[in-house]
């Protein structure tokens, strides 16, 4: 009789066990079927229901709900409502011209025996085998580009635990089902979303709200990211900063120049003081810190990113430690509001220009070219026995035309991955040429200068130099950030994500390594405070020795 008890009880407890079901799970399971059928269900993603409000109702009613047959009954309830789901007789075709790119597409879900019930499994398939095709409500297509829709804000204030969780599950999706490198981010995505459910549901106020969203869209690893809070920018990082230039180096700040200030005060820092300190914490200490909150391909382009709020605060001084002539100092520095601030007027620098009295050595800054000072720039240099092509920066759409005078003859660069709207999660893949044949091309050398801000068009614009017979990539590594972005909104804040995967030609990653520069050489603090561009110097020599 007590081996019976022990049986029954072990048996119920096992079977209660494996009925519950956690807030977690719950609202994880509510995201997917949520964002599934927005985009799935022919009904849903021609807009036929207000999916914000259906979405409201199913959180307040997964409250009274504890184990799987009841979260079953909620769901199957709810896609029979949709209305019939006709079957699609093109679905099941695949366009036979088209390269599929598979690694972001997981739907496997669906199929979970320990969590849906066969007939909601059943629906989910049927669903998916007879899909929305095309452009939907919620977004649109313009040529191989997507751009997001009708999605309606509901500002960018803390108001209720349901927006906030519509905000998650709202982005959720638009990265599983539209970014490209989604199969990339450092944790899974679906780890993602277990992770923020709990930080979501413990927001309380404007500020806590702004951070883990920030802290969300730093989830994709994405150079291209961002999340436009200006709430974060004042309270995070502060409104006034020390009134000083500088370059990172090394794991430290190199003041490059001082600022003058309305009021005439005299600055304890000068050119070529070192910093090593912040505050009591070191200058990789404030990288992990405010990285949590900014999104970034690579260390080296969260760095890139960060390092503009360094010697920001809210406070009026802030304590730095220095390095100046072999001894290290302590000061603590007066902070200035921006608009207090005297910045000097940089020199205008040129487009294009000789590095020599010869004229064997060109110089073409391609943040500052434009397309209509294309053919007055070759005219210039085309006689030259190299050109440097200075990409530390965000060239203007030149890329093209360049490539034109350049090349010697039209080749493949590039290979794009696009999203497939008829098949959401998938993309398909493109190669792309540049240039044209062309017997006058350039015929000296092409060496292209790269760093950390060399960044998605400009990293495209390095593949296409790359083509040049003789190319050579001189720096750091780029990015790795490229492909075109969408914009859209979450909590009524400016973000986006890339939207486009590239690729060399035979299929390799570009994102998140960023292009390999031929000879690989970085800033030190040394050449720093000599004024020394020491990428630009290493291209030199080697148009000289040739290694």
């Known amino acids: 009789m007590r081996r019976l008890f022990i049986f029954i009880v072990s048996f119920l407890s096992t079977t209660l066990s494996a009925q ?69 007789k093109t679905c099941s075709k695949e366009p036979k011209n088209k390269i599929y790119f598979l690694r972001n597409f997981d739907l496997n879900w669906i199929n979970s025996k320990e969590l849906f019930s066969k007939k909601v499994r059943d629906q989910l398939v049927f669903i998916q085998d007879n899909r929305n095709l095309g452009s939907s409500h919620y977004f649109g297509n313009g040529g191989k580009k997507v751009y997001f829709r009708n999605e309606k804000s509901y500002g960018s204030k803390f108001s209720s635990k349901q927006t906030s969780l519509l905000e998650l599950f709202r982005y959720w999706n638009l990265v599983e089902y539209f970014f490209p490198y989604k199969y990339q981010t450092d944790e899974n995505w679906n780890d993602v979303l277990t992770e923020m459910i709990p930080k979501f549901l413990s927001v309380h106020d404007d500020e806590s709200y702004h951070l883990t969203l920030a802290e969300l869209v730093t989830k994709v690893d994405d150079s291209h990211a961002f999340l436009y809070s200006p709430l974060i920018s004042i309270n995070q990082y502060g409104r006034r900063k020390i009134p000083v230039e500088y370059t990172y180096a090394e794991g430290k700040l190199v003041v490059t120049n001082v600022v003058k200030n309305k009021f005439n005060e005299e600055m304890p820092l000068k050119a070529g003081d070192v910093i090593y300190d912040v505050n009591s914490r070191t200058i990789p200490q404030m990288v992990n810190s405010l990285g949590k909150y900014v999104p970034a391909s690579n260390s080296w382009g969260k760095i890139n990113k960060v390092k503009n709020f360094f010697l920001f605060s809210n406070n009026d001084s802030i304590t730095v430690k220095i390095e100046r002539d072999s001894q290290n100092l302590v000061f603590k520095v007066k902070t200035y509001l921006l608009k207090d601030l005297v910045p000097e007027k940089p020199a205008t620098p040129k487009k294009w220009k000789f590095l020599d009295t010869e004229h064997k050595t060109g110089y073409v800054n391609m943040g500052i070219i434009e397309k209509s000072d294309l053919d007055d720039m070759y005219k210039d240099l085309k006689s030259t026995t190299s050109i440097l092509f200075d990409l ?156």
């Open 392 to 547: 530390r920066n965000y060239p203007k759409q030149t890329i093209f035309p360049l490539s034109r005078m350049i090349l010697p003859e039209k080749s493949i660069y590039y290979q794009f991955n696009f999203p497939e709207t008829d098949y959401l999660s998938k993309f398909y893949s493109a190669k792309n040429s540049i240039g044209k044949k062309n017997p006058d091309y350039y015929k000296g050398h092409v060496v292209v200068l790269v760093d950390e801000n060399t960044q998605s068009q400009a990293e495209t614009t390095t593949m296409m130099f790359k083509q040049h017979p003789k190319a050579k990539v001189i720096g750091s590594n780029t990015s790795g950030a490229n492909g075109d972005i969408i914009r859209f909104k979450i909590a009524d804040l400016d973000t986006c994500f890339t939207g486009l995967g590239a690729y060399y030609p035979d299929g390799r990653e570009t994102q998140r390594i960023g292009i390999i520069p031929d000879i690989v050489i970085k800033p030190t603090v040394k050449g720093i405070q000599q004024r020394k561009d020491e990428v630009q110097e290493r291209a030199l020599d080697y148009i000289k020795t040739g290694f």
């Open 20 to 88: 519950y079901l956690s807030e977690n799970q719950k609202l994880e399971s509510l995201c997917k079927v949520w964002g599934f059928l927005k985009y799935y269900h022919p009904h849903v993603a021609k807009g036929d229901f207000d999916w914000d409000q259906q979405l409201f109702q199913k959180i307040d009613e997964l409250d009274n709900i504890q184990g799987k047959d009841q979260l079953n009954e909620l769901y199957f309830n709810w896609i029979s409502s949709l209305g019939k789901v006709n079957e699609c």
